[in-house]
C-alpha cells in the first residue's frame, strides 16, 4: 500500500470513531462557511464530473440537519472522478473553505476529503421549495447547496451564453427590464420631458438592483466550452427563446463565479423549457399602408460579384452572406409591408453592385418583379453627409405610394454619424391621395464615450450626450425641412439606441412627438435585460391613426442561431434570428385605426405598475358620491386631449376598452372628475 493510501486509510479509520458535524453548523448563518477539517456525514444528491472542480453535492437527511432553516444543510465535495452515486450516504472527512480563490470561487466545499459508503440506495431529501416573490440572490446563502424546487415557472431572461457555456439566466418574476425602460433617471413620474439631470437616478439604481436580485444562472452541470450538443434547445424549434419559461423547476442551489446557479438534475427533475414563437407578422385591422422599420444587421454584400469576402461588419464568407440575405429577404417578405425603413446596410451608394440594389433585386426574386425600389438619395459612392460604414435607406412598392419631391438627407454636420433619411410619399390605393412623411434614424450606439460621453451610470450607457444632439437635430429635421415638403403626417421610425424613458426620447416628447409604442413592447436584449431601442415616434395628428406592434423574431432568439455562428446548420427555412432587432411594423389608418378583430382586447394597465406585476385599470374604486364622471385621456406632456368621456362609472368601465380602442400604445394621463372627486392616472395601453 502507498504512502498515500496508507495516509487515507488512517483517515477514514479515525472518521469512523469521530462524531459527525452537522453542515448547518459548519455553513452557519454567516456569508461564508466556518473553514476547518471536520467529518459530515450526509446523502448524495447530485454528482457534476463536468465541473471544474468535479464532484458530489452531500445534503444532511433529517437525522442529521442541525433543523435551522437559516443555515444550509448541504456543502459540495471536491472528487475529480466521482465514484458515488446518487442516494448514497456517506461520512466525509476534509477541510471545509469558503473564498473567492480556486477551487472554492465563493462556494463552500469540502477539499482532499476521504470518504466512506454507509449506506446506498437511500432516498434524497425533499426539495426546499421556494416562493418566487420571495426569492432574493443577496438572501439565498441558506439554500447553499441544497436541493430546491420553485413553486412558480422561471423566465428565461439571457441566452447569450447558451452556446459557449450551456447557461441560461432565468428570473423568478417574469422579465427584465432596462430600468430606463420603466425609470426616467430626471423625470417621476416617468415620461417626462426632461432631458438632464439624475434627480430620479435613485429609482434607477433600485429598479437594477431588483433585477439583480431575482435572477440567477440555470447552468448545465459543466464546464465545457461550447457543450455539443447545445443544451436546453427545444425539440420543435431547436431554440430557447427569452421569455420561456420552466415549470416546477428544481435543481441544486450552487454558486460560482459572482452568481447563484441551479445545477439541473437528471430523469424526471430535468429542466424542461416551454417554448412559443411568433410564427406570422402580427395582425392588424384595415390598413390603408403598413410601414416597417428594420434593423438588417450590417448587410454586406462585399465587392457585389460574389467576392470581397470578409467584409469590413458583415459576412466574412461569401456562403455566410447567402444565409445572410436569405434569411432577412425572408423577413421582409413575410412583413409585406408597403415602406420599410432600413438600418446596419452597407454605405456603399446606389450602384447596380450596391448592397440595397442586392437587397431589393432579391427581394423581388422572392415576392415579384418590380414589387419593390428603394429610394435613391442621389449618391452613386455614399450617402451624402454620412461618416459610417452603414447608412439608412427605404424601400417602398411603387405600385401602392409614389414619391412627393426628392429624397431628404440632414445636412446638419458634426452631429450625425448616419444622418436620417426622409421621403415624402403619395399614397395610390384611392381616388382621393393621402400624404404621409417617412423617416428612417439610426442614433449612436451605447457601447463608447469618452468626456461628456461616457457611461454616467445612469443607465443610459456611453454616448447619451450624442444621442441628444442628434434628438434635437432630428426634430429640427422634421420642423425645417420635412414638414415644409408638404408632410403634415410624419412617421420618423428607426433604432433610435434610447430605452423608453431615456433622455433622446424625452426631448421628441418635449417638441411634440409621440412614441407610438408602450414601454412593454421590447426589441432588444442586452446583458439579459429586455428593452427598446427600436421605435416609431409620430407627430400627434397621427395618434388614433397608426397601431405599433413589433414582430419578435430576433431579440429573444440565442446568438446560436445567427448565421455566423450556426454556419452550415442555420436555418434558412425561417426569419428567426436574421438580426439582433425586432422590426417595428406600423398600421396606418387614415380614417382611424380599427381592430384587427372585434374579439380583440385593448389592455390598459396603471403606470408604473406594481412591484407585485401587471395592475389593470379600472373605475371600480371610484366612490358612488362621485356620480356621473368626466373621463380624459391626454398625452404626459400635456397640450393635447385626445378623448373625452362622460358617465357612470359602471358605463364607462364597460366600455373602456372600445371607447379606447383608436388610441395608439404607449403611455396617456387619465383625469377623472366627478362630485366632490379628481384623480389623474397615468395608464399604458398595450
Known amino acids: 500500500m502507498t504512502p498515500k493510501l496508507l495516509f487515507y486509510s488512517a483517515i477514514l479509520l479515525a472518521a469512523r470513531t469521530v462524531s459527525a458535524t452537522s453542515i448547518g453548523s459548519i455553513q452557519g448563518t454567516g456569508a461564508a462557511a466556518k473553514a476547518g477539517s471536520y467529518t459530515v456525514e450526509g446523502i448524495v444528491t447530485g454528482i457534476y464530473a463536468d465541473l471544474k472542480p468535479a464532484g458530489f453535492y452531500i445534503q444532511d437527511d433529517k437525522a442529521t440537519a442541525d433543523g435551522n432553516p437559516a443555515t444550509s444543510d448541504a456543502i459540495f465535495v471536491i472528487q475529480a472522478d466521482p465514484n458515488v452515486k446518487v442516494g448514497d450516504k456517506v461520512r466525509v472527512t476534509g477541510v471545509v ?63 447569450y451564453f447558451l452556446k459557449q457555456r450551456g447557461e441560461l439566466t432565468v428570473s423568478t418574476e417574469g422579465l427584465t427590464y432596462q430600468a430606463t425602460q420603466f425609470i426616467d433617471p430626471n423625470d417621476n413620474p416617468a415620461t417626462g420631458t426632461n432631458s438632464s439631470g439624475t434627480s430620479n437616478l435613485a429609482a434607477v439604481l433600485a429598479y437594477q438592483a431588483a433585477n439583480d436580485r431575482r435572477s440567477l444562472v440555470l447552468d448545465d452541470g459543466s464546464s465545457a466550452t461550447n457543450p455539443t450538443p447545445t443544451p436546453y434547445l427545444d425539440a420543435r424549434f431547436h431554440t430557447v427563446r427569452v421569455g420561456s419559461t420552466l415549470s416546477n423547476i428544481g435543481g441544486i442551489l450552487a454558486y460560482s463565479y459572482g452568481r447563484w446557479r441551479l445545477q439541473p438534475l437528471a430523469g424526471a427533475d430535468a429542466p424542461v423549457i416551454n417554448v412559443t414563437r411568433p410564427l406570422t407578422p402580427p395582425a392588424f385591422g384595415p390598413l390603408d399602408l403598413k410601414l416597417a422599420s428594420f434593423n438588417v444587421f450590417n448587410y454586406f454584400n462585399g465587392d457585389g460579384a460574389g467576392g470581397g469576402f470578409p467584409t469590413p461588419r458583415g459576412a466574412k464568407t461569401a456562403a455566410d452572406f447567402q444565409r445572410q440575405r436569405t434569411k432577412i429577404i425572408l423577413a421582409l417578405a413575410q412583413m409585406n409591408a408597403d415602406i420599410v425603413g432600413l438600418t446596419e446596410i452597407e454605405n456603399d451608394g446606389n450602384g447596380s453592385t450596391a448592397a440595397i440594389q442586392d437587397l431589393v433585386d432579391g427581394l423581388n426574386k422572392a415576392v415579384g418583379a418590380g414589387t419593390y425600389i428603394f429610394v435613391n438619395d442621389g449618391n452613386a459612392e455614399r450617402q451624402t453627409n454620412n461618416t459610417d460604414l452603414i447608412h439608412c435607406a427605404i424601400l417602398y412598392k411603387p405600385g401602392v405610394v409614389a414619391p412627393l419631391g426628392p429624397p431628404m438627407v440632414a445636412t446638419v454636420q458634426g452631429v450625425f454619424e448616419r444622418p436620417p433619411l426622409a421621403q415624402v410619399f403619395v399614397t395610390k390605393r384611392k381616388e382621393r391621395p393621402d400624404t404621409l412623411g417617412f423617416i428612417v434614424n439610426h442614433f449612436k450606439s451605447k457601447s463608447s464615450g469618452s468626456g461628456p460621453d461616457a ?62 409604442t408602450p414601454p412593454t413592447s421590447a426589441s432588444y436584449v442586452f446583458k439579459g435585460l429586455t428593452g427598446s431601442l427600436d421605435h416609431a415616434v409620430v407627430t400627434p395628428n397621427m395618434v388614433g391613426f397608426v397601431d405599433v406592434q413589433k414582430w419578435h423574431i430576433n431579440s429573444a432568439e440565442p446568438p446560436v442561431l445567427e448565421y455566423d455562428q450556426a454556419g452550415e446548420a442555420t436555418d434558412i427555412t425561417t426569419p428567426f434570428r436574421c438580426s439582433d432587432h425586432d422590426p417595428v411594423l406600423i398600421g396606418v389608418n387614415f380614417a382611424g385605426i380599427r381592430n384587427a378583430s372585434s374579439n380583440r382586447t385593448n389592455r390598459l394597465f396603471v403606470y408604473p405598475g406594481p412591484a407585485a406585476g401587471p395592475q389593470a385599470f379600472s373605475l371600480a374604486d371610484v366612490p358612488a358620491s362621485a356620480g356621473a364622471l368626466t373621463l380624459d385621456f391626454a398625452m404626459p406632456q400635456g397640450g393635447l386631449r385626445l378623448l373625452s368621456l362622460h358617465g ?12 379606447t380602442a383608436h388610441l395608439a400604445p404607449g403611455i396617456y394621463v387619465v383625469t377623472l372628475r366627478g362630485q366632490n372627486y379628481q384623480k389623474t392616472q397615468r395608464v399604458m395601453k398595450e
Open 97 to 159: 473553505r469558503e473564498d473567492d480563490a480556486a477551487p472554492s470561487f465563493g462556494q463552500a466545499v469540502i477539499t482532499d476529503p476521504g470518504f466512506v459508503v454507509i449506506s446506498s440506495g437511500n432516498a434524497v431529501p425533499d426539495f426546499v421549495r421556494l416562493v418566487n416573490s420571495e426569492f432574493a440572490a443577496d438572501k439565498a446563502e441558506r439554500y447553499e447547496g441544497m436541493r430546491v424546487q420553485f413553486m412558480q415557472p422561471l423566465t428565461v431572461t439571457d441566452n
Open 648 to 659: 357612470t362609472p359602471a358605463l364607462l368601465g364597460s366600455q373602456l376598452n372600445s371607447y
Open 455 to 516: 457611461d454616467q451610470n445612469d443607465g443610459q450607457g456611453g454616448s447619451n450626450a450624442r444621442r441628444k444632439a442628434q434628438a434635437r437635430a432630428l426634430v429640427e429635421f422634421i420642423n425645417k425641412t420635412v414638414r415644409p415638403a408638404g408632410a403634415s403626417r410624419i412617421v420618423s421610425a428607426g433604432d433610435y439606441n434610447a430605452n423608453y424613458e431615456e433622455d433622446p426620447i424625452d426631448i421628441m416628447r418635449a417638441a411634440g412627438l409621440v412614441p407610438a
